[in-house]
């Protein structure tokens, strides 16, 4: 791997002090944001949740009490060798929650493809809905 950048006909070498501050932020091995666009249809909403690098099978959803719970993990450590001069890409357990009301299990559908989670749950229901119950992801 060539560790040199060129700028303007001039080289730089990664392994000057000089980056040495951008090499340790990085060993936080990234961050998971789970950037979330919201849109209101006709008769549902619609949430787009940016899961990127994750299998299906690793993301969880859970409405309890009016709250969706999105929960995801990936462990990284596992699938690499060597030593790292950088990482930036998440790896660990992440997890967020949004009030959504109280809708029924039944009605929540999510679909995950190509690193984005959709959520798509009815606008109202009158019923209340007590327990707390996982819901799966197409």
């Known amino acids: 791997m060539n560790r040199e950048l060129t700028n303007n006909c001039r080289t730089y070498n990664l392994w000057d002090p000089f980056f040495a501050p951008f090499f340790e932020a990085s060993k936080n091995f990234g ?9 209101e249809l006709k008769d549902n909403y619609e949430m787009s949740v940016e899961l ?3 299998d299906k099978k690793d993301i969880h959803l859970n409405l309890e009490d009016g709250y969706l719970t999105i929960s995801a993990e990936v462990n990284r450590s596992k699938e690499e ?10 790896s660990g357990k992440a997890f967020r929650s949004y009030y959504v009301g109280d809708v029924e299990k039944e009605a929540v559908k999510a679909a995950y493809e190509n690193g984005v989670l959709t959520i798509t749950f009815p606008k109202e229901n009158p019923e209340k809905v007590a327990a707390s119950h996982a819901i799966s992801i197409d």
Request: no cysteine.
């Open 31 to 39: 961050s998971l944001q789970m950037k979330t666009d919201i849109k």
């Open 52 to 54: 990127p690098g994750f």
């Open 81 to 90: 060798k060597g030593e790292f001069i950088s990482r930036e890409r998440f």
